[in-house]
């Protein structure tokens, strides 16, 4: 009998595992991109980018597009705009492309774009200088 019920609990905590893993926020597997491409971002493009992305260092402090939450962009400011330089560079910054996998372009995209809109700059201006 303590047999049977050990099983039972064993059973009903699997089960209610189950159950919870359905109940996962829909915004959990954003976070965690997030968090990776916030991870990469420090590693590989906050040298010149600074970590809070006003691109205010000595190594890219007089580009224009080292600033990346004024809004300012080289192309659209849209997430395949963002990939494409990520991609490809363009001077002075170099590509990625070989350097970091397909996922960890799209996690460090994700997370100047999600930079960009928290401090206001999202997509105010292309190269044009058009708003």
């Known amino acids: 009998m303590p047999g049977r019920c050990l099983l039972a609990a064993?059973?009903?905590?699997?089960?209610?595992?189950?159950?919870?893993?359905?109940?996962?926020?829909?915004?959990?597997?954003?976070?965690r991109e997030l968090v990776a491409g916030r991870r990469i971002f420090v590693e590989k493009c906050a040298s010149c980018h600074n970590r809070n992305g006003d691109g205010r260092t000595i190594t890219a402090g007089r580009f224009p597009y080292a600033n990346l939450i004024d809004g300012k962009w080289r192309g659209d400011g849209s997430s395949d705009s963002i990939e494409q330089q990520v991609r490809r560079g363009h001077d002075p910054m170099p590509k990625f492309e070989g350097k970091l996998t397909d996922e960890e372009i799209r996690e460090v995209v994700a997370y100047v774009v999600e930079l960009s809109k928290s401090a206001g700059g999202g997509r105010r201006e292309a190269e044009g200088g058009k708003k």
């Open 10 to 31: 064993a059973i009903l905590v699997a089960a209610c595992a189950a159950c919870r893993t359905d109940s996962l926020p829909v915004g959990d597997s954003k976070n």
